[in-house]
Nanobody
Framework: VQLQASGGGLVQPGGSLRLSCAAS????????MAWYRQYPGKLRDLVAA???????NYADSVKGRFTISRDNTKNTLYLQMNSLKPEDTAIYYC?????WGQGTLVTVSS
């Protein structure tokens, strides 16, 4: 399975972006899908996760601002990011089961 992440870019503080992660094939079973982010020189941190049943979990730093969702018909995972802050600047990675996407850079700056 290959994951293609997209949607990153440069946005001003307070702005929004939507990240997408498209899987190359349908993934069956009870899998968790998630978004992580990585700051330079740091390990990847969990940002948000969603189960096959739709239960979600968010890092405290993004609660109320980010929304994770999935479209099983399109084999795609999303991360809607609102009210972005400079500290959200990082490389964002999607993960589905044990597979990782290639990362997409989000830069929040004026």
């Amino acid at each position: 399975v290959q994951l293609q992440a997209s949607g990153g870019g440069l946005v001003q503080p307070g702005g929004s972006l939507r990240l997408s992660c498209a899987a190359s094939e349908r993934i069956f079973g009870n899998v968790v899908m998630a978004w992580y982010r990585q700051y330079p020189g740091k390990l990847r941190d969990l940002v948000a996760a969603i189960t096959s049943g739709g239960s979600t979990n968010y890092a405290d730093s993004v609660k109320g601002r980010f929304t994770i969702s999935r479209d099983n018909t399109k084999n795609t995972l999303y991360l809607q990011m609102n009210s972005l802050k400079p500290e959200d600047t990082a490389i964002y990675y999607c993960k589905i089961s044990s597979w990782w996407g290639q990362g997409t850079l989000v830069t929040v700056s004026s």
